[in-house]
């Protein structure tokens, strides 16, 4: 089974820029520096290089642990999740105007369940014959 690819992961070794912005595991600027002195602040504090934002000159990276890597893609799942919650979903169910008590509550109780998730729930009540 091919690996999914996430939007965030670490970097390790490879950086295609000469040059980047750092950001320490608190968020705080390092400034400016080669990616040899990166990757040796790498080494030295155990942490990973991710890929902040390349959409700027110099690209920016982050030291994180493998902790704080794991924390970022579950937020960013998270993310995904809230955007595909977004939709709509209705569900519909129908009576009988003859129905029977116990499929009356039986229905009922999964309208109240469809309605504890936010569903959008039609009811139709059809005429006996």
Not at 51 to 56: M, Q, T
Not at 62 to 78: F, Y
Request: charge should be positive; proline fraction near 3%; include cysteine.
């Amino acid at each position: 089974e091919p690996k999914r690819k996430t939007a965030f992961g670490s970097v390790g070794r490879r950086i295609p820029y000469q040059i980047l912005h750092l950001l320490n595991q608190d968020g705080e600027s390092l400034g400016n520096m080669h990616r040899a002195e990166a990757l040796k602040l790498m080494d030295e504090h155990e942490l990973k290089l991710v890929l902040i934002n390349k959409n700027v000159n110099p690209p920016v990276y982050r030291l994180m642990s493998g902790k704080q890597i794991h924390e970022e893609r579950i937020k960013c799942l998270e993310k995904q999740k809230a955007s595909l919650k977004s939709e709509v979903v209705q569900k519909e169910i129908a009576f009988s105007s003859a129905i029977a008590k116990n499929d009356f509550e039986t229905k009922t109780k999964r309208i109240a369940q469809w309605i504890e998730k936010k569903y959008h729930v039609k009811v139709t009540i059809r005429q006996a014959k």
